[in-house]
Structures are given as structure tokens and as C-alpha cells.
């Protein structure tokens, strides 16, 4: 299967994040732009369909999802590297980094602008186990998040973008502005605020984990969170730090 670098006018953009994230919000910014598709986590069927039974079933509406999406990722890249929806000048694609499985090849990447957002470890797992207890770093996207990372670098001879959930809340219009010059796009005003409720295409998991967007109409303000990792993972909390500094020394500040 071989997907070559193109040259077209479209914009299509994969933003590479981990769970609890501001990843949403984000989905929501630049679906705002009336010359922006949007499309919600694509691969999230043949994530599910490819982990251990436990792990598939700790997500919920776990069955919903596999009914929703292609589990076959080969159909998926087909359709994120075809038509764009609605003939617009930018695709922006919300993915989750992990999952990027071992056995999916990666050459489709390279007709992408691929962008990484990331979320201080702490504030990311003290979030992501109030669904799911237990998490292991694979769980929250980081080393997959590195692993791509550099491996962009190296075959593109470029940096990517990088963009951090706290430096986005403090100061939407500059980062947004920067990341928007970075792949070739100008700023819209229209990033910076939406209506609120769902959108038709926010996945079938909205229900279980998009509450909280669904109520804002723009970015909120950072407020830091008191909560404290449970002792139990405090190994994958120093594992997951490890490779958040290594994003974070590449990201865009305004």
C-alpha cells in the first residue's frame, strides 16, 4: 500500500494528541473556520478492535465505536487522503496517538501537516482516571507521541508543530496564530469562539466524554489542578514526564 507526498491546495492537517486533552476544544476551534472539514478520532475503531479485550472493554460505548468507523486502518487512510469533506480548503483530522498501532504503515503521514498537542502529565492522568483507573503510558499517547515525532523529523528534515493545552488557554489567539503560520494557513478570528453543543461529526463517544465541551463556547481560562497522581502510578507519571519534556522543548509559545 503506497501513499506518496502531494502537492494540492487542500490543507490537511493531523493533530496528534493524547486523552484529556484539549484536543475537543481544539476540534471545535478550527471547525469554527467556514473553511475547515472536521474529523473526530477516524482511527479509534481500529484502536479498539486491535487492544486486549479488557482494555477495549474499559472504553465506553466500546461497542458503538467498532459499529461507527472502518476497523481495517487501510480503509481509513484511504478516506482521510481522499475527497475532502464538503470541498473545503482545510481537513483538520483530531488523532489520538495511540492509535498509531505497530502494524499500520505510516508513508500516508507524509501528506500531512502533522501537529502534536500536549497536556502536562500530572493533569492528564489525574483526568483520564476518573474513566479509566489504571493506565499504562501507552494508554495516554505519549511514547507514541515521541516515537512519531521523530520519526517525522528524520524523514521530513523538519520540526513539527507542537502545541501545549496551558500555553492554547492562556493565550489562544497567539498560539493559534503561530501553529495557523506554521502549516500554511492564515488566522481566523472564527478559532477563537464557537456555539455550543454537539456536531454532527463528533463521534459516537461524545455522549461519555464531551460533556464539559459541549457546554463551552471558547476556550476556557487555565485554572491548575490540585489533584495528585495516586501513588500506584507514580512510575508511569515519571515515564510520561520524560517524554512530555521532550515534546515540550519544540513547543510554540505564542
Known sequence: MEHKRTTETVTRMAMWSGPRNISTALMRSWGSRP??????????????????????????????????????????VDQLSGDVP??????????????????????????????FLIREPREMITSFIKVIPDPRPEHLGLPQQVELFEWLKKETGTTPP????????????????????????PFDEAMLSWEPGPRPEDGVWAPHWYASVEKSTSFGRYTPKPDKVPSRLHGVLAECQSLYDVLADHRIES
Not at 38 to 58: I, K, M, Q
Open 35 to 76: 473553511d475547515c472539514a472536521v474529523s473526530d478520532e477516524p482511527l479509534y475503531a481500529h484502536y479498539l478492535e486491535t487492544c486486549e479485550p479488557a482494555l477495549r472493554e474499559s472504553h465506553p460505548g466500546w461497542q458503538d465505536v467498532l459499529k461507527s468507523q472502518p476497523m481495517d486502518w487501510r480503509k481509513v
Open 86 to 115: 464538503g470541498n473545503k480548503d482545510i481537513w483538520y483530522q483530531k488523532q489520538m496517538s495511540h492509535h498509531l498501532t505497530r502494524g499500520m504503515e505510516r508513508d500516508w503521514l507524509l501528506g500531512m501537516q502533522n501537529c
Open 162 to 185: 507542537v502545541i501545549d493545552s496551558r500555553d492554547v488557554l492562556e493565550n489562544p489567539r497567539g498560539v493559534l496564530g503561530s501553529l495557523c503560520s506554521r502549516v500554511g494557513v
